[in-house]
């Protein structure tokens, strides 16, 4: 574990130097996924989890995932289809401005792994979890063959905190059975005493 905490650390400091912003949608500084508020995982049936050779489960990742640094070949959140959401609890409340959209980078991205990248996304800002629809922050097109890192300016800024985010996909580059979500960073102010604040 000590060697895993390690290797993370180095990683979110590369991380830092590619996109020199804090990540508040980072799950290492408490960023969580809200699973009740989140589409449904992707059920690989190719892949099983066996338990005494006899297939009990179909092999499911978590979109946990997109709040790691870890960005290698095939650890991403797939969703089913093209169009899916994800909503994050932020690590403490921000005033959001700018969002960071990471796909798998290097020899490995071809075809196949471009087309199950998002294409089109609307981000949200909500102060409680319980608000259906939140504030409208933009909508953006991630070019994934053209750079696997992007950062967006959040186009509407909101004047007060919010606590959680909403990433809306609204379509990928043309996979017909899933999308894969590799990482989601989001980028603010937070409050000056970086403690909790009543929004």
């Known amino acids: ?33 809200i699973r009740s508020r989140t589409s ?45 959401h994800v909503f994050i609890k932020l690590s403490v409340p921000i005033i959001p401005r700018a969002v960071t959209m990471d796909h798998v980078s290097g020899a490995t991205f071809h075809r196949e792994s471009i087309s199950r ?15 259906e629809q939140g504030t409208f922050l933009g909508q953006f097109t991630f070019l994934a063959a053209l750079n696997p890192t ?16 909403r990433l809306q996909v609204l379509s990928n580059w043309g996979h017909p059975d899933c999308t894969c979500l590799y990482r989601f960073r989001v980028h603010g102010d937070p409050a000056k005493d970086g403690g909790n604040v009543s929004v």
Request: glycine letters at 6%.
């Open 40 to 84: 449904p995982s992707f059920r690989n049936t190719k892949g099983k989890v066996f338990l005494y050779s006899l297939p009990v489960l179909d092999y499911v990742r978590s979109p946990d995932l997109l709040l790691e640094p870890e960005n290698h070949p095939g650890n991403c959140w797939p969703f089913p289809g093209s169009q899916g």
């Open 117 to 131: 990248a998002p294409k089109d996304f609307a981000v949200y800002g909500m102060k409680e979890e319980h608000e």
């Open 1 to 33: 574990q000590a060697v895993q905490d390690i290797i993370n650390q180095v990683l979110e400091r590369l991380e830092e130097n590619q996109v020199p912003m804090r990540d508040y949608a980072l799950k290492s500084s408490g960023a969580a996924v």
């Open 150 to 165: 992007q950062t967006f300016q959040l186009k509407e800024e909101l004047s007060g905190f919010v606590n959680y985010l």
